[in-house]
Every structure is written in C-alpha cells, then in structure tokens.
C-alpha cells in the first residue's frame, strides 16, 4: 500500500475514497475510467493472489450493512468467515477490516 498511494497507507482510507469514487460514478460526476485509474495500480498487485478489489469493496460493504441491519448469528458470523477464506488473505490489514 504504501508504494501505491502514499496518503493511502490505511485500508479504511482507501476504502472510504472507493466508496466516495463509486458514489461519484453513480451520480455521473466521473466516469468508469476515472475509478479504474484509482485502482488499477494496488489491483495489479492483487491480481497475483486473484483479488478483486472493487468485488472485496461491495463484500465490505455488503457486510457492514447487514451488521447495521440486525445482529447476525454465530453461525451467519461462521458461514461469512467461510467465504473470506475463498479470498486467500495474506495482509492483516484487508483481514481485520472485514472481521
């Protein structure tokens, strides 16, 4: 992270800047290029352990939400656990955000 954007070390910061790129595309203030320019540079990195990182975005955020929602079972916790091992991850700091 830190070679890919400098001001962008936290993976709350660069979560909160996708979500404000993505709410700009939905509100055509910047078009899909502009998201892709942002990025492109930390998903070529993840290409190699075969993450996506706008797909690992909507996952965190899909979670959020259904935390927000309602409290989640200890079996529902499991089952989302489950699906974060498909992801293979290896940096703590992408890890702990989403658990």
Sequence with gaps: MN???PQ?????????EISVLKRKLKNNEINETDLE???NPLQNELNKINVNILNLHDLIQQRHTQTHQSIRSKEEQEDFLDILENFKFSDKFIHRDLV
Excluded: E, R, S, T
């Excluded at 962008?8 to 909160?16: E, G, P, Q, S, V």
């Design 3 to 5: 070679a890919y954007k």
């Design 8 to 16: 962008y070390k936290d993976w709350n910061l660069m979560k909160n």
């Design 37 to 39: 320019n942002f990025v």
